[in-house]
């Protein structure tokens, strides 16, 4: 075997960073500078909002009556911080600004669901049930029982959820939890968990928590593998370093944005296993139905028959949700969600006479109920159906983007805007599904990276200077995406010509002024912001938690290295380690690196050459040294990991792993492309 010199064990919480988290680094690629600010929206962006005036129905006030309804207690200086004085969540800053008419600079469709996001609270929904709204991304419910409170979704990190009962028990009487519910396995609406409840209390008995089949599988795995570049995406897609105000951050599409706390995670006690399972959760009766691979892959939806009140989770909510999530996640069926809430009508249609969410604010009355449900599901049953149509009649992804047209009856709602997810999104997610990223053409088939293409492109066009002047005329006429296509390829081509990343930073911005969705608002005011200042230090968010690695399988821990593994630089190398993790349930794996691939194997074969090396410790060592709290080396020290073999291996084996930060740039090319025409 082939051998490199011993290295040190950097077997620490970048592992763990970019398994579960959005990721935490302090490093940047440009130094941050606020000096650049924001510019006035143009006359091209004016003309645009004002015909978005023009079109939908700005007088039908209903949902800012629903949105208000019920209210206890308004909380709009909410500011929460942790225990070292740190700001987690501030709905405070938004009060300023969310005011009055739209300005120039907001699509006054997306302003209107800002202000309708912009009502944080306690709210009472119906007798018993209520609602903790703008505390966070998603909304938390409270259902009184007999005994208690019976807490659902406790929202994205423990500090806000610990403010949100804080609140409860002052304005509704003090009371133990007696149950948490998960509606899904997404961290907005279980990582607050330990806010409202201890892990001591659930252990004692004291407290059940209850959630989908498989909730914790599909907790462990979202986005351990790209986690790295979700982080990075996830900070474009809700704007976590943008400023709150008319000109920047104004909404997440969701809700105000995403809370940035302590993430945590209880175990289910309980799982729902199928439709029609009923429960009695303190004295409050609840009748299941399963909802897996919709809006997430663990989901239900659940209803209480008392109160005749229906909680939809996220399949329902006040915008056109993700089919393909702009941070990147895997495309979600549209079909099957589609017929989720057909299923959901023929069960609780005719007996609801209150529709409560993950997100947004309830709807009251049976014909409401039905019509808001009837026609969320034949929105993605339309975008589905249509979108195969017009594939099958030849047209291409991008085609069907733009001549895909939604009937009135769809379009006009409110509910179906696109505020989070947007039509040509879920199209061309529609289209991945069935029929991949590849449009068909044989020209695109294997293009060249953007940044050969665009030096390509920017020599065709006679230079930097011509592609400038093109840019810029695209910008004074108003024609910004043609404008963004030309200044991509001179930015991707020239990194550094600073004059083209500020007229691309003109284009993003008066594209994000325009847009009624808030993840693509976002995304293009991020852009501008990296394009101008560079990459913030402070909009990298932190989930790093000890409860997610807890139920993290080791084999997806493995998987991760493997991820990570330089293949280039392991070539000719060969090594196999023999992992024995001690405990009520050992384990044992054998992990071997030759062709460049780093693999395992649970359990070790008897008959198997003996190992380079082979370690012993506790799943709890392995824990502090991913949470950086020790390394390898030091609790090989320490007697806490005995070895057998060529320690040396592990040096080796870690010097050929890449480490993942979430501050590579996004908005122009991160390293040289070298073309590849194998």
């Not at 000109?247 to 969701?254: M, P, R, S």
């Not at 230079?463 to 963004?484: K, L, N």
Request: hydrophobic letters at 40%; a negative charge; charged letters at 25%.
């Amino acid at each position: 075997m082939t051998r490199l010199p011993f290295a040190a064990l950097p077997f620490t919480a970048s592992v763990l960073a970019a398994a579960i988290a959005l990721g935490s680094s302090s490093l940047c690629w440009a130094e941050y500078n606020e000096a650049i600010a924001p510019k006035p929206a143009t006359a091209a962006t004016q003309a645009a909002n004002a015909e978005v005036l023009e079109k939908l129905d700005f007088t039908d006030r209903s949902d800012f009556e629903d949105a208000q309804r019920g209210l206890i207690k308004a909380t709009p200086d909410l500011v929460v911080k942790d225990a070292d004085g740190r700001v987690v969540w501030d709905v405070a800053a938004y009060q300023e600004f969310l005011r009055g008419d739209a300005p120039d600079t907001v699509n006054p469709s997306l302003w209107r669901l800002a202000q309708l996001n912009n009502t944080p609270g306690l709210y009472e929904v119906t007798d018993g049930i209520y609602q903790i709204r703008g505390f966070d991304l998603a909304t938390m419910t409270v259902v009184r029982g007999d005994t208690g409170w019976i807490v659902i979704d406790p929202l994205t990190t423990a500090e806000p959820s610990k403010a949100a009962m804080e609140l409860i028990n002052s304005e509704l009487g003090e009371r133990p939890v007696t149950a948490v519910i998960y509606t899904h396995s997404h961290a907005d609406h279980f990582a607050g968990v330990r806010g409202v409840v201890s892990r001591e209390q659930v252990a004692a008995g004291e407290v059940r928590v209850i959630g989908p089949e498989h909730m914790t599988d599909h907790v462990a795995s979202e986005s351990v593998l790209l986690g790295n570049v979700m982080s990075r995406r996830s900070q474009y897609m809700f704007g976590f370093g943008l400023p709150r105000n008319a000109q920047q951050q104004v909404d997440a599409g969701l809700g105000k944005g995403v809370s940035n706390g302590t993430f945590t995670y209880i175990e289910p006690t309980e799982e729902i296993t199928e439709t029609g399972q009923t429960l009695t959760v303190d004295g409050v009766d609840i009748e299941f139905l399963m909802a897996p691979g919709t809006e997430a892959d663990a989901e239900m939806v659940f209803y209480f028959p008392e109160q005749r009140a229906l909680l939809a989770a996220e399949i329902l909510n006040a915008s056109l949700h993700n089919i393909l999530t702009p941070r990147g996640a895997k495309v979600r069926d549209a079909l099957v969600w589609s017929r989720a809430l057909d299923e959901v009508l023929q069960h609780f249609g005719d007996r609801t006479d209150v529709v409560l969410t993950s997100h947004y604010w309830p709807r009251w009355g049976q014909e409401e109920v039905r019509d808001y449900i009837e026609k969320q599901r034949d929105m993605l049953k339309y975008l589905h159906d249509q979108t195969l149509r017009l594939a099958n009649l030849g047209y291409k992804r991008d085609e069907i983007a733009e001549a895909i047209e939604i009937p009135d009856s769809l379009a006009n709602e409110w509910f179906n805007r696109g505020y989070y997810g947007t039509i040509k999104h879920n199209v061309k997610g529609i289209y991945q599904r069935y029929l991949g990223f590849w449009s068909g053409n044989p020209a695109t088939l294997d293009p060249l990276p953007e940044q050969s293409a665009g030096e390509r492109y920017v020599d065709a066009m006679g230079g930097a200077e011509a592609v400038m002047e093109m840019g810029q005329a695209a910008f004074d006429e108003g024609d910004y995406r043609w404008g963004a296509m030309l200044m991509n390829h001179l930015v991707m081509a020239q990194p550094d010509n600073q004059p083209a990343r500020e007229l691309q930073a003109d284009i993003f911005e008066q594209l994000g002024y325009q847009a009624e969705s808030a993840p693509w608002r976002n995304i293009y005011l991020t852009g501008a912001r990296e394009l101008r200042n560079g990459f913030d230090p402070a909009s990298v968010v932190t989930t790093a938690s000890p409860d997610i690695l807890e139920v993290l399988p080791i084999e997806q821990i493995f998987d991760l290295l493997a991820v990570r593994l330089n293949g280039p630089k392991a070539d000719g190398l060969e090594l196999d380690i023999d992992w024995h993790f001690t405990g009520d349930e050992p384990q044992e794996f054998r992990m071997s690196l030759d062709n460049s691939v780093l693999r395992y194997r649970h359990g070790i074969d008897e008959d198997a050459e003996e190992p380079d090396l082979s370690l012993t410790l506790s799943r709890d060592v392995l824990n502090r040294v991913l949470l950086q709290q020790t390394n390898l080396g030091a609790e090989i020290k320490a007697g806490n990991v005995t070895t057998e073999g060529d320690v040396q291996v592990l040096g080796q084996l870690f010097s050929l792993l890449d480490n993942f930060t979430p501050t590579f740039p996004i908005a122009t090319s991160a390293v040289p492309v070298e073309e590849n025409d194998d």
